[in-house]
């Protein structure tokens, strides 16, 4: 049987006010349509719904049984159809992951979890370590946050620049290259370390280094900038990595930061979710936030903040 699902609203005023010119009134039709209404109701439930009693009408011992239900299902797809509503952050109760790099997770885990729990203790967060390879986490929902230096390569999944970074040298205290200016020659003569999660041991300072005649002689390959810094600190391992996101870590082990005597590009960092959450309130106050977060560490006086843009794809 086809049932018209408007008979639930009618169902749920009949029951609210135990009158056909009340249910009328409320839901603005006429009595006889409300009438016509309830015979349906009756028909399809095969249950008075409602029965006169001199003047006034009385709900059936199934009309009170199903009551409360009936107003649940209504209020349920008002909220459904309707425009939403305003946030409400300490109402709320949500767990979202967010995947970072290890770098940047060091640098901003804690301040976002901070400002998460402030503002909306209901909250929780999921850090999570970025793969080895790329996986499509986002696009299945597992994922709802996301760091890359590159923009994605689905048009489903939506990007926003939040900063750029420059690439600078770290190396232990007392290491030769602190001694005296340093120049291509001498860094390019040093011994390196990469940071790579898949081993990789050259990168875009390698291809940039050979347009020069230059090779870098790479000793090892870390998997993560916090590994790659602690082996700087205690060998005369060289490291190149991004400014900003790694700043933090080198002044707590104390090493020296040098200018890397080589022209890059600025290395841009983007935050990446699926489309499916450009207009969930709850996802935008989470990124946004998030991007409040990773901003702070670009508006340091040793760099110089990027203007940030949401690229929606639309």
Same mark, same amino acid.
């Given at each position: 049987?086809?049932?018209?699902?408007?008979?639930?609203?009618?169902?749920?005023?009949?029951?609210?006010? %135990?009158?056909?010119?009340?249910?009328?009134?409320?839901?603005?039709?006429?009595?006889?349509?409300?009438?016509?209404?309830?015979?349906?109701?009756?028909?399809?439930?095969?249950?008075?719904?409602?029965?006169?009693? %001199?003047?006034?009408?009385?709900?059936? /011992? @199934?009309?009170?049984?199903?009551?409360?239900?009936?107003?649940?299902?209504?209020?349920?797809?008002?909220?459904?159809?309707?425009?939403?509503?305003?946030?409400? *952050?300490? &109402?709320?109760?949500? +767990?979202? /992951?967010?995947?970072?790099?290890? &770098?940047? &997770?060091?640098?901003?885990?804690?301040?976002?979890? /901070?400002?998460?729990?402030?503002?909306? =203790?209901?909250?929780?967060?999921?850090?999570?370590?970025?793969?080895? /390879?790329?996986?499509?986490?986002?696009?299945?929902?597992?994922?709802?946050?996301?760091?890359?230096?590159?923009?994605?390569?689905?048009?489903?999944? @939506?990007?926003?620049? #939040?900063?750029?970074?420059?690439? #600078?040298?770290? +190396? @232990?205290?007392?290491? =030769?290259?602190?001694?005296? =200016?340093?120049?291509?020659?001498? $860094?390019?003569?040093?011994?390196?370390?990469?940071?790579?999660?898949?081993?990789?041991?050259?990168?875009?300072?390698?291809?940039? !280094?050979?347009?020069?005649?230059?090779?870098?002689? #790479?000793?090892?390959?870390?998997?993560?900038? &916090?590994?790659?810094?602690?082996?700087?600190?205690?060998?005369?391992?060289?490291?190149?990595?991004?400014?900003?996101?790694?700043?933090?870590?080198?002044?707590?082990? %104390?090493?020296?930061? *040098?200018?890397?005597?080589?022209?890059? =590009?600025? +290395?841009? *960092?983007?935050? !990446?979710?699926?489309?499916? $959450?450009?207009?969930?309130?709850?996802?935008?106050?989470? @990124?946004?936030?998030?991007?409040?977060?990773?901003?702070? !560490?670009?508006?340091?006086?040793?760099?110089?903040?990027?203007? +940030?843009?949401?690229?929606? %794809?639309?």
């Amino acid at each position: 049987m086809q049932l018209d699902l408007n008979l639930l609203t009618a169902l749920d005023a009949l029951l609210e006010e %135990g009158s056909v010119a009340g249910a009328a009134a409320r839901l603005h039709v006429t009595a006889p349509a409300m009438s016509r209404s309830l015979g349906r109701i009756r028909k399809a439930t095969g249950d008075q719904i409602l029965v006169r009693t %001199g003047r006034s009408m009385v709900p059936t /011992t @199934r009309a009170l049984a199903m009551r409360a239900q009936v107003h649940a299902l209504v209020q349920q797809a008002h909220h459904l159809l309707s425009a939403q509503e305003e946030l409400d *952050l300490a &109402a709320l109760e949500r +767990v979202f /992951t967010v995947r970072w790099h290890d &770098a940047l &997770a060091a640098a901003c885990g804690t301040a976002l979890i /901070t400002a998460v729990h402030r503002r909306a =203790p209901g909250v929780q967060l999921r850090l999570s370590a970025e793969p080895g /390879t790329d996986t499509p986490e986002l696009r299945r929902g597992e994922v709802d946050l996301e760091s890359s230096s590159s923009t994605p390569a689905f048009p489903d999944i @939506r990007h926003r620049l #939040v900063g750029r970074d420059r690439l #600078v040298v770290a +190396v @232990r205290p007392g290491h =030769p290259l602190t001694d005296g =200016p340093l120049d291509l020659g001498r $860094y390019a003569a040093a011994e390196h370390l990469t940071v790579s999660r898949r081993g990789r041991l050259s990168d875009q300072v390698d291809d940039v !280094l050979a347009t020069r005649g230059l090779e870098r002689r #790479v000793v090892a390959a870390g998997p993560t900038a &916090a590994f790659a810094l602690q082996l700087a600190l205690g060998t005369d391992l060289v490291v190149t990595l991004p400014n900003a996101v790694t700043r933090a870590a080198r002044d707590q082990l %104390g090493l020296v930061t *040098l200018p890397l005597p080589l022209q890059l =590009p600025d +290395v841009p *960092l983007y935050l !990446l979710w699926h489309r499916r $959450y450009d207009d969930d309130r709850a996802h935008t106050w989470l @990124r946004d936030l998030a991007a409040e977060t990773v901003q702070a !560490l670009f508006a340091s006086p040793a760099t110089t903040r990027q203007p +940030v843009t949401d690229r929606t %794809g639309q």
